[in-house]
Every structure is written in structure tokens, then in C-alpha cells.
């Protein structure tokens, strides 16, 4: 139980395109849904906390903007990376916690995303 | 607010058991989390303690909890290649249900 899914696993695109990354709860309803982002050897970095039927909570220095979060299901929630660029080059975990009495996340695969 | 800190690196020998430390610093985590991250993959939730328990033993993973020097480790006996891995400690930060996580440590399995 409790499977989390990412599509794509990973993704290259050119300079200024968008890219959109879904997260999925496969066998369980997720009220709260977070998006992280990795960078090589490095530890998870908390990008958003999306809450189903509301706007996402972004942390401080992530412009909400650029990554646009939806979260129009229990079960879904999506994170467009909008006129990407090299930077934004980098590995996007999502999690999902089911339920408010649970801190527990379970995590998605992650999704390669590479800007050329 | 919160900090995790582990060390980075472990290497030992299979079959030997392995001891992954973390230290937090808030003390108001209901649960206290292990996830294994292999290569390119996301994060395996591998066991938690709850806050008022000192151990919690799951097959081959013992997690011991030292709540007044605020120290947590995970110990894997047998220890397998499988294994290897990146292991990240986690707390909860405050009542805001989001994961503060250590850097993780890489544990390296030579045969």
C-alpha cells in the first residue's frame, strides 16, 4: 500500500518550454501533497505544500510563478515548471501524506527534468 | 526550527551490521522517520519511531531513539550490497506536518 507515482520519470526539453510533472496516489487519497527538488548529492529541498481545492503554500525563495502547483483531486497533483531554463535542470520528488493525522509522506520515484 | 544532521559517510563489510546516526534539534516531532534513496530513485520510507518510544525493531532494522541527547540512529544487521544507499533521517517541523530532513548519509557495502 500507500504507492506513490510520477510521470514522466524524466523529461528534456528545450530553453523556455513548459513542462508539466504529475503525482499520483496510487491506493490511498491525499488531502496534502509536498514537491521537493534535489540537487546532485545534495539533500531535498522543500519547494510547496499543496493542499487539495486550495492554492499551494510555497517556501520562502520559491517563486510561485515559475512552478506552477495543482492539486485538483485527492489523488493528483501536478507541478508546471514554466519558460524553463538550464537552471531549473534538476531532479522533482513529489510525496503525499494520507490524511491530517498522519505527518507520514510516501514518495514518488522523482522525474529527471534536464533544460537544454 | 528544526535542524538534522547526520554524518555523510559509512562504509563497512557485508554482512557486518551498520549504525546510521542523526541528531535534531526540535524535540516536538510526534514521529521521527528513516527513508533509503537508491540512485535516481525517490525515497523508500524504510521505518519510524514515535516520539515516546526508546526502540522500535523491524526484521533486520532497529531504530533507537535517545530523546534527552536528542539522537537517533538505525542499525541494519546483516548488512547486504543491497543496501547501499543514501539513508535521510527526518523530523517533523513543528505542527506544520512538513519533513525536515538530514543530509543523508551514503552507505557504501563492500562484498
Known amino acids: 500500500g500507500a504507492v506513490v507515482s510520477q510521470h514522466p520519470s524524466w523529461v528534456i526539453c528545450k530553453s523556455g518550454t513548459s513542462v508539466k510533472i504529475e503525482c499520483r496516489s496510487l491506493?490511498?487519497?491525499?488531502?496534502?501533497m509536498f514537491w521537493y527538488r534535489q540537487f546532485p548529492k545534495q539533500s531535498l529541498m522543500l519547494m510547496a505544500t499543496s493542499n487539495e481545492g486550495s492554492k499551494a503554500t510555497y517556501e520562502q525563495g520559491v517563486e510561485k510563478d515559475k512552478f506552477l502547483i495543482n492539486h485538483a483531486s485527492l489523488t493528483l497533483s501536478t507541478l508546471t515548471v514554466t519558460s524553463a531554463h538550464p537552471e531549473d535542470s534538476s531532479f522533482y520528488i513529489c510525496?503525499?501524506?494520507?490524511?491530517?493525522?498522519?505527518?507520514?509522506?510516501?514518495f514518488g520515484p522523482g522525474t529527471r527534468l534536464t533544460v537544454l | 526550527g528544526e535542524d538534522v544532521e547526520q554524518s555523510l559517510f559509512l562504509s563497512v563489510r557485508e554482512g557486518d551490521s551498520s549504525v546510521i546516526n542523526c541528531t535534531y534539534t526540535d524535540s516536538s516531532s510526534t514521529y521521527l522517520y528513516w527513508y533509503k534513496q537508491e540512485p535516481g530513485a525517490g525515497l523508500q520510507l524504510l521505518t519510524y519511531i514515535f516520539s515516546n518510544m526508546d526502540m522500535k525493531q523491524d526484521q533486520r532494522l532497529t531504530v533507537l531513539l535517545n530523546k534527552k541527547d536528542k539522537h537517533l540512529s538505525l542499525r541494519i544487521a546483516d548488512t547486504q550490497t543491497g543496501d547501499s544507499a543514501i539513508y535521510f533521517c527526518?523530523?517533523?517541523?513543528?505542527?506544520?506536518?512538513?519533513?525536515?530532513f538530514g543530509q543523508g548519509t551514503t552507505l557504501q557495502v563492500k562484498p
Open positions: 510525496s503525499a501524506r494520507p490524511g491530517a493525522r498522519t505527518d507520514t509522506q510516501y
Open positions: 527526518a523530523g517533523v517541523r513543528g505542527n506544520t506536518g512538513k519533513l525536515i
Open positions: 491506493d490511498f487519497q491525499a488531502t496534502t
